[in-house]
């Protein structure tokens, strides 16, 4: 007759349940790492400039209502550094006191306020939203998305200087930022704003979107970017409506950009929508008769986090950003 060591069973019982577990944590942990694997990452480069021939804008009609402008969901804006260290103890307050208000010329005026608000728009809006002053954060340049990337790694500095320097364009816009490419459907659309500031409005507003194409082996740009031309005066059958920009009301979309001492009038707005599917490491020029855009598209590995936090092929550390700084 065999006995059986009842406590032996209950061990190897238990062996087993042990070693089920450790199998089971180990999966969970390297779940995500592998879905992280999956994503393919971009980095993104963009530079927006205008035409400015007359006669080129004019080859094509620009009527109201021909074309609806809107913001997509899901809108991100481009993260900067300079936009995380902005507090509001150090916002620009108006150093002009209400005597001298009362003496300033009508330009003068219009140059304050303009200044004024532009700093509220910072402080309540963004680029990004208005935050406690005791946040802190780290700024990972290495791993980040929709982070505006240091100068130094522009491969576009002769292009927008000669864009700057031309007398037929203006640099309205330029980013450069990594990201993680998506489906159409999972794909984040970036808010775009440059030029001249009128009101509450940009000159160019708009967003681009970066995407893969439906078998997804080539990287899609959508551009929906609409440049407008404001007056003082408002003009008969000028009836352009501008929606309003992120953060802002929605009663804020009107057809007038107001500002107290000044009122600004959208007199013409040039549309450009178009898609264009992109090889990796080569430039692509989108236009119409009055916008240029210029594109280029990477491959980006994303770096591997060590047991410390930080980028295991990299020495340096991650930008801070102390939004507690006083005065």
Known sequence: MKIVNLNDSRIRAFSKCCALAVLLIALLVAFPQSLSAQERWFQIEVSIFTNESLSDRAEETWQPGRAELQYPDRLQRLNRLQDILFVEALAPQSLVSEEDQREESDAERTARLLAEQLAEQIAAIGPLPAKPASDFKFF??????????????????QTNRALERSPDHRLLFHGLWRQAVENTPQALPLYVSGGEKFGEFSELEGSLTIRFNDNRDRVVIDTNLWLTEFSTLALEGADWELPAPPGLTTSS????????????YPIQVYHMQQSREMRSTEFHYLDNPAL????????????VLGPSGFDTNSTELPAAADSSVTQ
Do not use: H
């Not at 990972?140 to 500095?157: K, T, V, Y």
């Not at 240029?292 to 770096?303: D, K, R, T």
């Open 253 to 264: 979309a009107t057809n007038d950009a107001n500002l107290e001492g000044a009122n600004y």
């Open 140 to 157: 990972d340049f290495a791993r980040d998305s929709f982070l505006q990337l240091p100068a130094s790694q522009s491969d576009f500095q």
């Open 292 to 303: 240029g855009v210029v594109v280029m598209v990477e491959p980006y590995e994303l770096p």
